[in-house]
């Protein structure tokens, strides 16, 4: 069964970090490019991040740009979203999600989630104090 699963969500305080994580289960990210979205209450879903398949570039929407890191490890076959200096307007569900389109740029990839393969079932975060 092919499956990403997301991990690491949580109540948080306003400037409070984060880690999220995205394993892969019954097949390899090696050949997808990864990315993470997030869909507040009443709010279209948005990509916030996205990184090649080699992990050499990154994208970040402008509203997480200095915050938020995102990263990969083939060996683990898992993506990551570090998330610094949390604001309440971060709150969100946050979904990774597995593309294996070519030809696009990143930018472009991740304003497409339509463009994307596989998908978690998400992890809630909370900033609230």
């Known amino acids: 069964q092919l499956q990403l699963v997301e991990s690491g969500g949580g109540l948080v305080q306003p400037g409070g970090s984060l880690r999220l994580a995205c394993a892969a289960s019954g097949f390899t990210l090696d050949y997808y490019s990864l990315g993470w979205f997030r869909q507040a209450p009443g709010k279209e879903r948005e990509g916030v991040s996205c990184i090649t398949r080699s992990g050499d570039n990154t994208y970040y929407a402008d509203s997480v740009k200095g915050r938020f890191t995102i990263s990969r490890d083939n060996s683990k076959n898992t993506v990551y979203l570090q998330i610094n200096s949390l604001k309440p307007e971060d709150t969100a569900v946050y979904y990774c999600?597995?593309?294996?389109?070519?030809?696009?740029?990143?930018?472009?990839?991740?304003?497409?989630?339509?463009?994307?393969?596989?998908w978690g079932q998400g992890t809630q975060v909370t900033v609230s104090s």
């Open positions: 999600a597995a593309s294996n389109a070519f030809g696009v740029t990143l930018k472009t990839m991740c304003s497409r989630d339509y463009q994307h393969d596989y």
